[in-house]
Structure formats: C-alpha cells, structure tokens
C-alpha cells in the first residue's frame, strides 16, 4: 500500500490533466476560440438559390469572418430562400445598401456568405433585410450556359 | 438427436437472458450503492490511481503513436490531392470523433477492466466479499460502486487527453516532419473542428464507453466462478465483451450522432 498522501496527489494531477486536455480541445482544437462570445445581432437576406450554403457556414467581408449564418428558410410566397446571418456586434456598422452574395471557396470548397458594403449612410440594424443579394454559382447551370452560348456562337458563325 | 440440439440452444439462450437480467439488476444496486460511497471519497480516490492514474502511461503513449500515424498516413493521401493543409482537420476529427473514445476504451478494457474483474474475482474466490458480508460490511458499497465509478469517472479525462496527445501527435509528424504549414494546419482545425458537434459528442460517447467498461469489468469480477480457471476466464470475457460492446456501440452512436 502505497502512501495516501502520494496517491491523492497522483489523483489530483490525473483529474486536472484530464480537465485540462479538454478545455484544451475546447480552445485549440474546436472553433471556439473564433465564434466570438461578445453580443450579435441578426439580418436576413433573400436569395435565389443558395446552392450548397448551410447553417453555420460563415459569413465574411472582405474575407473576414464576421458571423455566421443562424437559419435557413423558403420563404413560400416570394419563392426564395430566406438565409438569417448572425454578425457579431463588434461589426455592426454596415451600410443599409450592402449586397450579400454566395461564393465558393477554392474550386470545391465549402460556400460561404460574402458581404459588400455599400455607400449609405444608414446602418443595418437587427431584423433588416439586405435587399441586394446574389445567388449562388450552381455548376450545373454555369457549364449549362456555357455550352448553350457556345452553340449559339457556332451558329452565327455558320 | 435433432431435440437434443434445440434443448441445447435453448439452453444457452436462457442462460444469456438470465446473465443479462442479473447484470442489470447488479448495475441497480450498484448504482444505489453510488450515494453512499460520495460520503466517502477515499475509496473512490485510491479506485482512481489504480484504473486511471496507473492507464495514463498507455494512453499517453498510445495516443501519440496514433496520431503520428494518422498524420503520416494522411499526409500521404492528402498530398495527392494537393490538401496537406487539411491535415490537421483530418487528424483531429478521427481522433475527436472516433479513435479518441473508442481506442481509449479498448486500452481501457485491457490495461484496467481486466485488473478490476481479476482482482474482484479473486476477492470472491477467497472468500473475502462473503467475509465483509458476515461483518455487516456492504460488498456492493465498499468494492463494488468505487470501482464502477472509477472507472467511470476516467474514461471521458483519459479518452480527452488520448485525443490531445494525439492531435500534437499528428502535429510533431505533419509540422515538423513533414513540413505542412504550421499556420494552416491550426487554421483550418480549428475552421472545421465544432466545439458541439464533434467534440461534445465524443465526451459523451467516452462516458458511455466509460460506463459500459466500468460496468461489464465488475460485473465479470462479481458473477466469475469463484475458482482460479474461472477468475481468468472472467478476465478474458471482460476484455472481448468490452471491446465488442464498445464497437458495437460506437457504431449506434455514430449513427445517431453524425448520420443526418
């Protein structure tokens, strides 16, 4: 039997290494660290078609992450789909005219909400709506055009 | 000749249900017996050095070892991609989400279920769990909920620090071996990696491997044939059921967790 004393203090360095390794993971290893605990506030943009974006995909300016997308709806009578994007407060000054469009990082990348900012004096405030907004890029339909616009050449060249 | 067969699987078949039904009611009073031993945290403690403090040194050294490999066999498929940078998304996530929990309970039922069940099982074999009964001392209290909770207890911290060590692991090897960027391979962990989805999720699947290991260890120890070929024979069992249940289980989990 070993000493109580050595035996509690082995325990006690096992626990908190044990604690330590997942606060850790939480930290280093998770997104934690940059989804931003300060206060948010929400803005709404309708798009056509918003082709592979999902929730949580993340919103940028600039190419910098300001939020990140908080819901996904189809909005039945306007036949659009309705992306709420959550912006962290630290970025609350965005003109009323900024644009939202869909990008794709990298050729195959996961896709994620870009914001231009406009001219206006006014800012956009919890619950606006952006009224300018891009679709996303669906391969399909860019290779589609592509072919058409090509066959289209051809005959008037003939 | 045929019936004889039948009776036989029939046999055997009870004998599986009636096994499982006295698990689950030694799990009940083991549970109850849980209360009780909070009063008296010294049992629990010494329970931890022995089933967790004495598997850190696998589990350290195991969890490196598997992310070095994951980081050079990654490196490998990723580079004809012309994705190293994605390394370290790659060796995080499987360890996060699967090799973390469930490698660490496999180390778990070999290094730690096995010396439980042995040493219950020799406590019964010598007749010390009917001793203590005759002194009026609750075996399921003094021996039995310790350990389980032990055993539970250690499971989540050991499966977080396998993951940990091996997340550097990968690192060590991708980063400094084979010189992916060190910027991007934290980046890009920590763009994908999501503290709810996968982390959480593999805290909760340890916890239930932890349960599951801690429960099938004692109650092997408890129900062994009190002789030497049975105490061994438990301990095997312990270890393939383990390792099985875990599996098994891994897979349900995953569904549930990461299956849309």
Redesign the interface.
């Known amino acids: 039997m070993r000493n109580t004393r050595v035996i509690e203090i082995a325990v006690g360095i096992f626990v908190a290494a044990g604690m330590a390794a997942l606060f850790l993971l939480a930290m280093q290893v998770s997104n934690l660290s940059n989804m931003g605990t300060g206060e948010s506030y929400t803005i709404t943009a309708a798009f056509e078609n918003i082709g592979g974006l999902k929730v949580r995909s993340p919103v940028t300016v600039s190419g910098v992450r300001v939020g990140r997308v908080d819901a996904i709806d189809y909005d039945n009578n306007s036949f659009e789909a309705v992306v709420t994007l959550r912006i962290n407060k630290a970025y609350s000054s965005f003109p009323e005219d900024t644009s939202a469009s869909i990008f794709t990082s990298g050729l195959l990348g996961e896709q994620y909400v870009g914001l231009e900012p406009g001219g206006s004096e006014a800012n956009l405030v919890e619950g606006d709506r952006i009224q300018l907004t891009q679709s996303a890029l669906v391969m399909e339909q860019v290779v589609g055009q592509f072919l058409y616009s090509a066959a289209g050449r051809k005959d008037e060249g003939e | 000749m045929i019936l004889d067969r039948i009776q036989g699987l029939g046999r055997k078949a009870i004998g599986f249900v009636e096994r499982l039904g006295r698990a689950h009611l030694f799990l009940l009073r083991t549970i109850s017996g849980i209360p009780g031993v909070l009063l008296r945290p ?1 049992l629990v ?2 329970q ?2 022995m089933v ?2 004495l598997t ?1 040194l696998i589990i350290l050294v195991s969890g490196f070892f598997v992310g070095m490999v994951l980081g050079l066999q990654g490196y490998n498929t990723l580079s004809d991609f012309g994705a190293e940078e994605s390394l370290g998304v790659m060796v ?1 996530l499987s360890l ?1 989400r699967e090799l973390g929990p469930v490698v660490t309970a496999l180390l778990f039922a070999g290094r730690a279920g096995s010396a439980l069940t042995a040493e219950i099982g020799l406590m019964k074999a010598t007749e010390q769990l009917s001793g203590m009964e005759m002194m009026a001392v609750d075996p399921m209290r003094r021996v039995i909920a310790p350990r389980f909770l032990a055993g539970f207890i ?1 499971m ?3 499966a ?2 396998f ?3 091996g ?1 550097y692991g990968g690192y060590f090897v991708g980063v400094g071996l084979l010189g992916v960027d060190d910027g991007a391979f ?1 980046s890009q ?7 709810h989805d ?2 959480l999720n593999g ?1 909760i699947k340890s916890f239930v491997f932890g349960f599951v290991a801690a429960w099938i260890a004692v109650f092997e120890g408890y129900d062994a044939v009190p002789t030497s070929e049975g105490v061994s024979r438990a301990t095997t069992r312990t270890v393939v059921h383990t390792s099985l249940t875990v599996l098994g289980l891994d897979f349900i989990l995953t569904a549930l967790m990461f299956g849309d």
């Open positions: 010294s403690i010494r931890l050095y967790g403090v850190l995080a996060v250690s989540p911290l050991l977080a620090i993951s940990l060590v997340v934290w962990m920590q763009d994908r990696v999501e503290l996968d982390i805290v």
